[in-house]
Structures are given as structure tokens and as C-alpha cells.
């Protein structure tokens, strides 16, 4: 099995590479900047990665437990030789510096609850009809489950799942909440953690593509995809997996924490 580095260097001739010379000078800021942040918050493992594809589109759907989440997962399909697109909060493009890399490096703004929200999923429906390699976090947020499982996800997965014949690649995540516990403020570097990466085997949705993708499909679709994320998770952690999604709403509530 390939090693992270040895699959990139494997992948030299398909290595996907940006465009012009800003996209290049922001890369390589990213790159110097990640990989050594990556390194020195915690100790990295990962599974799986020859999962995604050295060329074409792919989706990787991943769990969401810390902000710096996307440090890890960055790196890991930079590893293999592909750039990463990700869906992230149209807010982060107020910061300067990393508006810079955001845009240079070709993410995608998600404006939630505004009259932009459609076009969040129209540049990722180009994103992947391009080729590119597209990460989206259903949960839509730092999951609030106070176990770190992940919560009720949102349906928008499924859409650029079912109307794309491309790899659906889960992937789950362990570890970057013992280093910064996003909604308890705490940061904690050392001693230096373990963060595992697993990416699963690319999902068989034929039977749905078929349907009708109303409201009751992409919520079935959408369960079945962060489902086997929830069970690879339960495999990093060791541990069994709750058997529904964490739903803060309920919790609020005083009804179960898990909808």
C-alpha cells in the first residue's frame, strides 16, 4: 500500500494542478502553511486515500467535529495528488489573507439563509461537471452532539450525489476536537494527538439515480451516505455508534438527543 507521500509522487503524471500564476503563488502559501500547522497539531494517520480517484470528479463527505477540521482534510487529498474544493462559510472570505487563498485556490462560498444560498450548490454542481474534487460537510457545521457523533444532515449532499455519476467517497475524521473543542474554547496542542482519517470505499447509488429525486430520496440518500460516515467513524473510535443522528433541536427540547 502506498504510503501519502509515495501516492502523490505515484500520481506525478495525472497531479492535478492550478491554473495561473495567482492560483500557484496561493497554493504554495497553503501548502507552506498546512502542512507544518498540520504536523504540529497532531500526529496524522490515514486509510484509504488511494479511494480517491487520481483523476476526474469525486465527492468526499465528511464528518465535522472542529474547525480545524480542514487543515487535515486539505492535506490528505493534497496527498493524493488532487486539490480540494471545499464548501465553507461565505464569512471566512471576510478574513484578508485567507479570502486570498479561498479565492485563488477556487473555493466555494456558502451563503445560508440568504437569497444566495442556490448558488452555493450551482458552483459545486460546476465544480464536480469540471472534474474537480469536492469535500461538503452535511452537517453544515461543528456537529453540537456533545459525543461528536454527527447530526441530522442536510439533503443538499444528495442532490450533487444523484445528479452526478461520480465517486461518492465517504471519509470520517477523529481526533482534531481533543485539539480545539470549538464550542467549548478550549485549544489544546499538547501533548501532541492522534488524528485519524479513513476513506471509504466510493458508494453504490445506482438504484437511486433512477428515481425521482424528491424530498423523500435525497433524505434516504442522504441517511445511506453519512451512515456508513457514522459507522467508519465507530471504527476509528472503537466504539459502537448511536443508531440515529443527533438532533439539537430535540435536545432544546427535552426530548432525545439523537432524531
Known amino acids: 500500500m502506498f504510503e501519502p507521500k509515495s501516492l502523490r509522487r505515484a500520481r506525478s503524471g495525472t497531479r492535478e494542478r492550478v491554473r495561473g500564476v495567482t492560483g500557484k503563488l496561493w497554493l504554495g502559501i497553503a501548502v507552506v502553511v498546512f502542512y507544518p500547522l498540520k504536523t504540529l497539531l497532531g500526529r496524522t494517520r490515514l486509510t ?3 479511494n480517491i480517484p487520481a483523476e476526474g470528479p469525486a465527492l468526499l463527505v465528511l464528518n465535522h467535529v472542529s474547525h480545524i477540521d480542514p487543515i487535515y482534510d486539505a492535506v490528505a487529498v493534497h ?13 471566512l472570505w471576510n478574513i484578508p489573507v485567507l479570502r486570498g487563498v479561498l479565492r485563488g485556490l477556487g473555493q ?18 460546476e465544480a464536480l461537471r469540471s472534474g474537480k474534487v469536492v ?21 443538499g449532499v444528495a442532490r450533487l450525489a444523484l445528479e452526478h455519476d461520480v465517486p ?16 467549548g474554547k478550549r485549544f489544546r496542542p499538547l501533548p501532541r494527538k492522534r488524528v485519524t482519517t479513513v476513506f471509504g470505499e466510493p458508494l453504490d447509488l445506482a438504484e437511486y439515480r433512477t428515481k425521482e429525486p424528491d424530498t423523500r430520496t435525497l433524505r434516504e440518500v442522504t441517511d445511506l451516505v453519512m451512515t456508513r460516515v457514522r459507522e467508519l467513524l465507530a471504527e476509528v473510535r472503537g466504539e459502537p455508534a448511536p443508531t440515529s443522528f443527533y438532533s439539537a433541536r430535540k435536545r432544546t427540547s427535552g426530548k432525545e438527543d439523537h432524531a
Not at 79 to 88: E, H, M, Q, T
Not at 108 to 125: M, N
Not at 176 to 181: A, H, K, N, P, W
Request: charged share 25%; net charge positive; hydrophobic share 35%.
Open 48 to 50: 484509504g486515500l488511494r
Open 168 to 183: 461518492v467517497i465517504p471519509v470520517a475524521r477523529w481526533g482534531t476536537r481533543e485539539i480545539y473543542d470549538g464550542y
Open 108 to 125: 466555494i462560498p456558502v451563503y445560508r439563509g440568504t437569497v444566495d444560498a442556490q448558488k452555493s450548490l450551482r458552483e459545486a454542481h
Open 135 to 155: 469535500l461538503i460537510y452535511p452537517d453544515g457545521t461543528i456537529t453540537k452532539d456533545p459525543d461528536g457523533w454527527p447530526m441530522v444532515p442536510k439533503i
Open 79 to 91: 496527498r493524493a495528488g488532487r486539490l480540494p474544493r471545499f464548501l465553507a462559510k461565505n464569512t
